[in-house]
């Protein structure tokens, strides 16, 4: 893969998308990036022109997509790293929440970001190299009451590049996974739902996680300027990770989850295992 590599990154207007193309651009390499509102990318475009270019992008407008990857693989003469990052949380109960909040989620986070990479995956074949940086989140492996909507479109997207992955890897091409914890990006500012109206009978469930989000929104641990290095440096090997999770909180929760399915596994192994198989 070329040292100048041409990225394509979606979700740019601020957060970890706006840290990682500013990391991109400094690092001299070239960039098609998007917000659904362009304005917000000028700044990028004055400072780096033509190593740059601003496109909209409203992932929960299908009709969008096919002629934006054309445009985007038509800029540099193709896109060698994809990352797809933008979307937006939802918090409230599964009953609190209603199809009018939590199918529109799956249209950009899951729908919109699945056929945009297939949109791009013809000049990834072609070139047979490729990267693919998919923005998850530990959610997706350890969902909390009140994320049960948001945490079901990143484990969708994680079966999904799994299988995937292993399409890919005979021309080359690998994905991986970003799992953040909690970053001090707008996710849990402009970038977040609530459902309405809450439901006091969840109160001490999805309602505990409501206040949660709430109080820690701006004091976040997680640094998007670090993780973008990060991502950096991982498009950049030989062997890049399926799944990195970012910040101290998504390794314990994790190792949490691992083990907790280590042990419902022993526990039932024997009942359930080659107990339940008969053959002739």
């Known amino acids: 893969m070329s040292t100048e590599r041409r990225w394509f990154i979606t979700g740019c207007s601020s957060g970890l998308g706006r840290a990682l193309a500013e990391a991109v651009l400094d690092n001299g390499e070239r960039a098609v990036i998007t917000a659904r509102d362009t304005a917000s990318l000028e700044p990028l475009v004055r400072r780096h022109g033509d190593r740059v270019r601003a496109l909209a992008l409203d992932l929960a407008q299908p009709a969008q997509i096919a002629e934006l990857a054309r445009e985007a693989e038509a800029a540099f003469g193709g896109v060698d790293v994809l990352v797809n990052n933008a979307g937006y949380g939802l918090v409230g109960a599964i009953e609190e929440t209603g199809p009018d909040a939590y199918r529109p989620l799956f249209e950009t986070n899951f729908f919109g970001t699945l056929e945009l990479t297939r949109a791009l995956l013809p000049g990834f ?63 849990a500012g402009r970038s977040l739902q609530f459902a309405e109206p809450a439901m006091d009978a969840y109160a001490d469930s999805s309602g505990a996680s409501r206040e949660a989000v709430r109080q820690r929104n701006g004091r976040q641990a997680g640094d ?57």
């Open 224 to 280: 998007p300027v670090r993780a973008a290095q990060v991502i950096l440096e991982v498009a950049g090997i030989e062997k890049p990770p399926f799944r990195l999770p970012m910040g101290t909180f998504p390794y314990k929760r994790l190792r949490e989850k691992l083990a907790e399915i280590q042990a419902e596994a022993d526990q039932w192994e024997q009942r359930a295992g080659a107990a339940v198989e008969f053959y002739e």
């Open 125 to 187: 074949r072609q070139r047979r190299q490729g990267r693919i940086i998919n923005m998850s989140s530990i959610a997706a492996m350890a969902a909390r009451p009140g994320y049960g909507f948001y945490a079901a479109t990143k484990a969708a997207l994680e079966s999904t590049s799994e299988a995937l992955a292993q399409e890919l890897k005979p021309f080359g091409i690998s994905i991986t996974l970003v799992e953040p914890g909690p970053f001090r990006t707008d996710w």
